[in-house]
């Protein structure tokens, strides 16, 4: 018999790779903090011995969920300025609310809110874009999470930095106190081609370059965007970004609603990734993504909930079903973006978008375990004939019982273990009556 630190059992386990697998009445063994074997139960039971078994007859396995596009602080906004168009939204309420009240302070505690919300709805692991990273850190690091944290950029002042320059340097400065952090890294995150100059695009392509990190941005959101770019630079965003040399692998694209054929192709030449954030598009009336061309076409695309402002919900289950609604309703098509495909776009897709997927995003030998359970065992989700079926378009956050990151369980029957939920929400409270006046 071989020890382990943990077995856990499961009425179903999906892997994500190999895809469009569902296995039945099979087990993780997890040993310092890594998956060492994936296997059935009868066979588990007999060739490890556990320090701890964790049996969930009624339950199916996932990896953990990849929130490839937020702005984690931004829970603290949830619901101040609803039902507006994105650049109403941006310039007279969000912008201005953020020039007065962000600071370290609100940033850590909007970031633990995020992560206790993301960490129910089954979410481990985020890609995070927003202003004074350090306090976005501190807060993963308390929380047990993992995280890509944003280096942003605009060319404008606000309450963080004072022009392109110091928000590269204070970002640079957060890398640096947390670059061996085994769950935390870091991309740079220029906010989006209309608040970004060629210039800035330039110098941060070089430091992306030199660090081997990702790049992060909002991209083709709106068609007012499109026509400012057009009026400005006399190219269409995406045009400008590749005569800047930005298009690559290193790419992350966020949103990308309004695309040309010309333009689906030219991302999957340049092996561009996109963060799909279907809710935050409608909600905002910013419109609907592509989605069914760009997966013929072979672009990797990751979901996203973006911030909390813009869509009131970090709920990736929530994404995973309304995208695979939305890309059968624009398409005509039925069989666009079948349940398997959405739970891939959800974890491993993400993983690889953001150059983790050697590490996360599935259930294999050797990689992290970070494991979500569902609870199926509701009226709600039965009966069950196809298992993916069921946890895309029936069962939703409120059925994550479990959550392990790195083998360690931040989520134990929907009750956090690394988080005061009491305390999370006086801090919310907080920030309420300070935002109101």
């Known amino acids: 018999m071989t020890i382990i630190d943990t077995l856990i059992s499961a009425r179903w386990i999906i892997p994500i790779e190999p895809a469009r697998v569902a296995l039945e009445h099979h087990s993780v ?54 039902d507006l168009p994105l650049m109403m939204w941006l310039k007279d309420h969000i912008w201005p609310a953020e020039m007065k009240h962000v600071a370290p302070a609100f940033v850590k505690d909007g970031t633990l809110l ?13 890609n995070d874009m927003y202003f004074f990273p350090e306090a976005a850190a501190q807060a993963v690091d308390q929380a047990g999470l993992r995280a890509t944290i944003g280096i942003i950029a605009l060319d404008f002042p606000t309450a963080y930095a004072a022009d392109a320059e110091d928000y590269l340097r204070k970002g640079l400065e957060a ?14 995150a220029p906010h989006a081609p209309y608040t970004v100059s060629d210039k800035t695009f330039e110098k941060i392509l070089m430091l992306a370059e030199q660090l081997d990190i990702s790049i992060h941005l909002h991209a083709h959101e709106t068609q007012d965007e499109i026509q400012q770019s057009l009026a400005e630079f006399h190219l269409r965003p995406l045009a400008r970004l590749q005569k800047l040399g930005l298009l690559s692998p290193s790419l992350i694209a966020t949103h990308m609603v ?30 609907i993504a592509p989605i069914a061309q760009l997966l013929a076409a072979g672009v990797n695309i990751g979901l996203g909930t973006d911030g909390a402002a813009s869509n009131n919900r970090l709920d990736l289950m929530n994404e995973m079903r309304i995208a695979a609604l939305l890309a059968k309703g624009a398409s005509g098509d039925a069989t666009a973006l079948p349940a398997h495909q959405a739970l891939a776009m959800a974890t491993i897709n993400g993983a690889k978008a953001l150059g983790l997927d050697q ?26 004939y196809d298992i993916a079926s069921n946890l895309v378009y029936a069962a939703g956050r409120e059925h994550v019982s479990d ?14 273990t ?12 907080h920030w309420q009556s300070i935002l109101r006046n």
């Open 359 to 384: 590490e996360i995003g599935s259930l294999k030998i050797g990689k992290a375990a970070d494991i979500v359970a569902f609870d199926l065992a509701t009226l709600e989700t039965s009966p069950s």
């Open 403 to 416: 959550v392990w990151v790195g083998g360690r369980r931040l989520l134990n029957k929907r009750s956090l």
């Open 114 to 126: 995020a992560c206790a919300e993301m960490l129910r709805g089954g979410i481990t692991c985020f």
């Open 175 to 188: 890398r640096d106190a947390y670059r061996e952090h085994a769950r935390l890294n870091f991309c740079m």
């Open 258 to 287: 309004h695309l040309s054929e010309d333009e689906i192709a030219l991302c999957a030449e340049r092996g561009v990734h996109v963060a799909h954030c279907p809710v935050s598009n409608l909600k905002l009336a910013s419109g």
């Open 418 to 429: 690394t988080l005061d939920m009491p305390d999370l929400a006086a801090r919310a409270a």
């Open 29 to 82: 063994a997890i040993h310092d903090g890594r998956i060492v074997d994936l296997l059935p139960t009868t066979d588990a039971t007999a060739r490890y011995t556990a320090a701890e078994h964790i049996q969930l007859n009624q339950h199916v396995l996932t990896p953990g969920f990849v929130n490839l596009h937020t702005h984690a602080a931004m829970s603290l906004m949830r619901g101040l300025a609803d």
